[in-house]
T-cell receptor, first 116, second 115 residues
Framework: AQKVTQAQTEISVVEKEDVTLDCVYETRDTTYYLFWYKQPPSGELVFLIR??????QNEISGRYSWNFQKSTSSFNFTITASQVVDSAVYFCALSEVGSGNTPLVFGKGTRLSVIA | GAGVSQSPSNKVTEKGKDVELRCDPISGHTALYWYRQSLGQGLEFLIY????????KSGLPSDRFSAERTGGSVSTLTIQRTQQEDSAVYLC?????????????FGDGTRLSIL
């Protein structure tokens, strides 16, 4: 069965601190995709990144970076030099391709508060 | 705007009434998804449409929930005889194709409150 666990319910940091959001997943498929979405206070879900199961190369986009490790079934997200605008709920999600199942399975989200 | 459009943005209704929620996906997107986000919970998959294929209804919580997609575009989610536990934000998403590698683009949601 597919499952995504975001163990951190809430995190609070002071502006300019680095913060890592954890995501651990479970799947029986060998082919799958992992996603991160941001949900700011306004409510809309914003797509941040997609990673496929065959590509373990880490990715950096500005202040954002992602660390995918199949050995630990983790896909962690780091924000460097956090800013108040980063305050949001962040969701990690999984899509299994091998089973033809494309709806996303989401974690329960991590609420990040960045304090000025 | 070119994004996913949902209406209404807010809906308040009395227990037992039927409600209809509308989703207009991004033009050209063949896959459409409905999710539900309850307070303190993650997003829960409800139903998925891909082109002309039969929808995947595996996430619908009860037979009071149904959805249709007309002409491969606009979708309506209907909840009959609403209950208080149906109160949630209902989110619609679309993707270019119904394959797992396509990012899903979400609308702003409909916040449903059952009194």
């Amino acid at each position: 069965a597919q499952k995504v666990t975001q163990a951190q319910t809430e995190i609070s940091v002071v502006e300019k601190e680095d913060v890592t959001l954890d995501c651990v997943y479970e799947t029986r498929d060998t082919t799958y995709y992992l996603f991160w979405y941001k949900q700011p206070p306004s409510g809309e879900l914003v797509f941040l990144i997609r990673r496929n199961s065959f590509d373990e190369q880490n990715e950096i986009s500005g202040r954002y970076s992602w660390n995918f490790q199949k050995s630990t079934s983790s896909f962690n997200f780091t924000i460097t030099a956090s800013q108040v605008v980063d305050s949001a709920v962040y969701f990690c999600a999984l899509s299994e391709v091998g089973s033809g199942n494309t709806p996303l399975v989401f974690g329960k989200g991590t609420r990040l508060s960045v304090i000025a | 705007g070119a994004g996913v459009s949902q209406s209404p943005s807010n809906k308040v209704t009395e227990k037992g009434k039927d409600v209809e929620l509308r989703c207009d996906p991004i033009s050209g997107h063949t896959a459409l998804y409905w999710y539900r986000q309850s307070l303190g919970q993650g997003l829960e998959f409800l139903i998925y449409f891909q082109g002309n294929s039969a929808p995947d209804k595996s996430g619908l919580p009860s037979d009071r929930f149904s959805a249709e997609r007309t002409g491969g575009s606009v979708s309506t989610l209907t909840i009959q005889r609403t209950q208080q536990e149906d109160s949630a934000v209902y989110l619609c998403a679309s993707s270019l194709q119904g394959v797992g590698n396509q990012p899903q683009h979400f609308g702003d949601g409909t916040r449903l409150s059952i009194l």
